[in-house]
């Protein structure tokens, strides 16, 4: 092709380009000119009042909730609470809170915060914030009141065992921690829990991993991501460079506005590249927690432990609006080092009903690790050991929703002083039965689903004319299984006293004494502290099916 013909080649697609824009742009022009002529005739002519910045509102999140969950808008009032996600740091008394019918009470002070060196404890019943009462508000208001400036105080009225109390409270800036907890789950393994990834993901692994080390002879690590929403992506590279070289690619992103496109690498020099390393994961492992994993299997450097991830590989972008206001945008994809993509459901493609599908299993494209095992994208992370999920038994669902279990461990805590260390303590069968006299003028419902089985079986019969020949057998199947039900509360007693017990340790060791009690009995960390045990297990299950088949 001579010089001249790729001139004039050129010259076409750029005038290509440019109708193909300027169409796009009378476009954008020609809609907001019809809205905005809406939105005036609306608030000129409707027939009731109305609110614009309501209407607005409205507007625009419905225009957001057609494109993906992530992508929202954030209003001027709501900034500092996203900060606050992102960050982990406030202003305020350092303590969850939650609603029970119309008040809000204290769920669990954090250790070392205002709260807790004020003398509150969880079940607490905050009534007045200064003057201004705060019953009926919901959980969103009472926070935003609690929070304020470091240093400013108020004068808290709350409610413990029907006497009201009084007290003053100074606001301190308040730290969330990212790791929760960490310990040793077996004489040479440790554990790492990490509930998000904020400004402190990495910093706050590598103090708890450094001091594993120091006081133990540490053979294998087990992070644990599950139920981990993720966070920034800075920190998931971060946390994946702890155990992987520097300049090592972690993740890429890919978007419309191509300049954007970037593939993000390791900084640092790693903290330790060769101890054995377990991930745990789970279904609501999403966004960075997938990104580390994602890495940590690409890259065959530890073997990923649990259920299939969630699956959110999309990017988001805070944009700054006018007035305060700001807007979090999914402005690419992202990719892990093996250039898989993660994401799982596609939201450009919709049914007719507004649905979105997650991509089917016969349209996920394979992939290789470095070692060469075959690796999947598409469909969030698939760990190299799959795990069947704990079910929860019904009957323990109810008790946890209707707070008989927080009321419970509420009275336990005003009149027990002190119980054993968290991971150690565990009620007696005479507490369990004073729990059980405690749940016998309470009411609890629930619907199993052999209930409903029974209930569609008695409709069908009906339907098919055999029901008046059948009637005192389905009755009679029915009594009986009630009667079954009324034993739960002793068929799962293991599974209620273990929720009662992390509840308690809680009361007195705060969140990190739930999360060794929880420990306990946590069937999926047993199964990665196992394979951490077994040298030839882990390195075998990292191995390509090919290689392994060639040495049995």
Known sequence: ????????????????????????????????????????????????????????????????????????????????????????????????????????????????????????????????????????????????????????????????????????????????????????????????????????????????????????????????????????????????????????????????????????????????????????????????????????????????????????????????????????ITISKYHTPSGRLIQAINYAERRDDGSVSKVPDSLRMPFNTRNGRVVYDGGGIDPDISLEVQTTPKILRELVRNDYIFNYATQFQRRVNEIDEAGVFAISDEEYSNFLVFLEDKEINYETRTEKIIDELKETARDEKYFESLEIELNKLKSGFAEKKEADLMTFENDIRQQLEMEIASRYYFQEGRAAQAIRYDSEIDSAVAILSNAERYHKILTPAEEKASTE
Not at 15 to 35: H, M, T, W
Not at 128 to 147: F, H, M, W
């Open 1 to 328: 092709m001579t010089r001249i013909r790729k001139t004039i080649l050129v010259a076409l697609l750029a005038i290509v380009g440019l109708i193909i824009g300027a169409s796009n742009y009378f476009e954008i022009n020609k809609q907001l000119d019809i809205f905005t002529n809406i939105f005036k005739e609306i608030n000129l002519y409707y027939v009731d009042e109305t609110q614009p910045q309501e209407l607005m509102e409205t507007a625009i999140n419905s225009m957001l909730e057609s494109l993906d969950p992530y992508t929202n808008y954030i209003r001027e009032t709501d900034v500092e609470d996203f900060r606050i996600q992102t960050t982990g740091q406030y202003g305020g008394i350092g303590a969850t809170i939650r609603r029970r019918d119309e008040k809000v009470l204290i769920a669990m002070p954090y250790k070392g915060f205002a709260a807790e060196k004020a003398g509150l404890k969880a079940g607490d019943v905050l009534l007045k914030i200064d003057d201004d009462s705060l019953t009926g508000l919901d959980t969103e208001d009472v926070s935003r009141l609690l929070k304020g400036s470091p240093g400013s105080s108020f004068m808290l009225t709350y409610e413990r065992d029907g006497k009201v109390m009084r007290d003053k409270i100074t606001r301190e800036e308040v730290k969330l921690k990212s790791v929760p907890y960490s310990g040793m789950v077996a004489p040479n393994i440790g554990y790492i829990r990490l509930s998000s990834f904020t400004e402190r993901a990495s910093k706050d692994i590598i103090d708890a991993f450094e001091t594993l080390k120091k006081e133990h002879e540490l053979e294998g690590l087990i992070l644990d991501l599950r139920n981990n929403p993720g966070g920034l992506l800075s920190e998931a590279i971060n946390v994946s460079n702890i155990f992987i070289p520097k300049r090592q690619e972690v993740v890429s992103t890919r978007g419309k506005v191509k300049d954007w496109d970037r593939t993000y690498k390791t900084l640092n020099q790693p903290v330790d590249t060769d101890i054995p390393l377990v991930v745990l994961i789970n279904q609501r492992s999403a966004s960075a927690s997938e990104i580390v994993s994602g890495t940590v299997q690409d890259l065959d450097r530890g073997v990923v432990l649990g259920q299939r991830s969630f699956g959110k590989g999309l990017v988001q972008q805070t944009r700054k609006l006018s007035y305060g206001a700001q807007m979090k």
